[in-house]
Each structure stands twice: as C-alpha cells, then as structure tokens.
Nanobody
C-alpha cells in the first residue's frame, strides 16, 4: 500500500524558513521521481519541486532559488527546505510521486504552511 506522511509545516513570518519532511511507504522508492506539491485555498494543486531518482532537481519558477528538495533513499524520506518564505507560499504541502499515482488515496494529509506577520 502506497502512503506518504508529511510533516514540518507551521506558522512563519515572511522571510523565515521551514523544513518539510515526507515519509514514504512505497516499493522501490529509490527508483521513483518524487515531488512536493502545494494547494492554496481556491487553487489547484501544483508541483513546486521535483527530484528524480538519479538526476538534478527542478523547481517551479515561483520557488527557484528559495526552495531545495532532497531525498534519503535509505530512509525513504523526501525533504523540502524552504527559505525566504513569502505570504504567497501559504498552502497545504504534499509529497507524492511525479507524476502522482492515479489512485487518489495515495495523497497524505499534507502539512499546512502559513506565512504571515
């Protein structure tokens, strides 16, 4: 059964930092391209960072140079270091394979990130 559990969100002031973690329960994790997604109120879920199994990460333009995605294959973990946070980064953040599994049940609860003064 595929499962992702996100953690590390919270309330932070503009310019602050957070580190999100994702624990994956999935076979052959090391072979999977993984992504961090976010969904803001009233908006569609969007991919913000992607890390393939064996090549360089890529980022949405809105987070380039501020966010860093990384992974630990031995621990089946994916991380998102978020720096210089902006109010527009406020969203629920999720991790999943990229592209996501077609079974909607693979989405975790996500972790809320709120950037506000």
């Amino acid at each position: 059964q595929v499962k992702f559990v996100e953690s590390g969100g919270g309330l932070v002031q503009p310019g602050g930092s957070l580190r999100l973690s994702c624990a994956a329960s999935v076979s052959a994790f090391r072979l999977l391209p993984m992504g961090w997604y976010r969904q803001a109120p009233g908006k569609q879920r969007e991919l913000v960072a992607r890390i393939p199994s064996a090549s360089s990460p890529t980022y949405a333009d809105s987070v380039t140079d501020r966010f860093t995605i990384s992974r630990d294959n031995a621990k089946k973990m994916v991380y998102l270091q978020m720096n210089s946070l902006k109010p527009e980064d406020t969203a629920v953040y999720y991790c999943n394979r990229d592209p996501p599994y077609t079974n909607s049940g693979t989405w975790g609860q996500g972790t809320q990130v709120t950037v506000s003064s």
